[in-house]
């Protein structure tokens, strides 16, 4: 059973870092795709950012471009997403999730995705 766990949320003032980790369980990898979504309150889920297991291709919302960094670490399970100058409009709960197959039709679509995490607060103070 595939189990991803957020952590890394917080309370941050505007123009502050951040960096969420997600620890994935269950199974390998391999052929993946990894993604970070949030949401606001009285918002849809959105997409942030992707990255494939196997080959390290990323994706990113074009909000986030610059700011936001995907990576991940095949050792230990884990994916990363590094929040630089972060703006209020930032503040949501973020959600890793993984797909089975990685596709560039589906990495930015919150239904491609097979499992998902709980969820961590990032709040962004003006």
């Known amino acids: 059973q595939v189990q991803l766990v957020e952590s890394g949320g917080r309370l941050v003032q505007a123009g502050g870092s951040l960096r969420l980790s997600c620890a994935a369980s269950?199974?390998?990898?391999?052929?993946?795709?990894m993604g970070w979504f949030r949401q606001a309150p009285g918002k849809e889920r959105e997409f942030v950012a992707g990255?494939?297991?196997?080959?390290?291709?990323?994706y990113y919302v074009d909000s986030v471009k610059g700011r936001f960094t995907i990576s991940k670490d095949n050792a230990k399970n884990a994916v990363y997403l590094q929040m630089n100058s972060l703006k209020p409009e930032d503040t949501a709960v973020y959600y890793c999730a993984a797909a089975r197959k990685w596709s560039t039709a589906i990495v930015t679509m919150r239904g491609g995705y097979d499992y998902w995490g709980q969820g961590t607060q990032v709040t962004v103070s003006s």
């Open positions: 269950g199974r390998t990898f391999s052929g993946y795709a």
């Open positions: 990255i494939a297991w196997s080959s390290g291709s990323l």
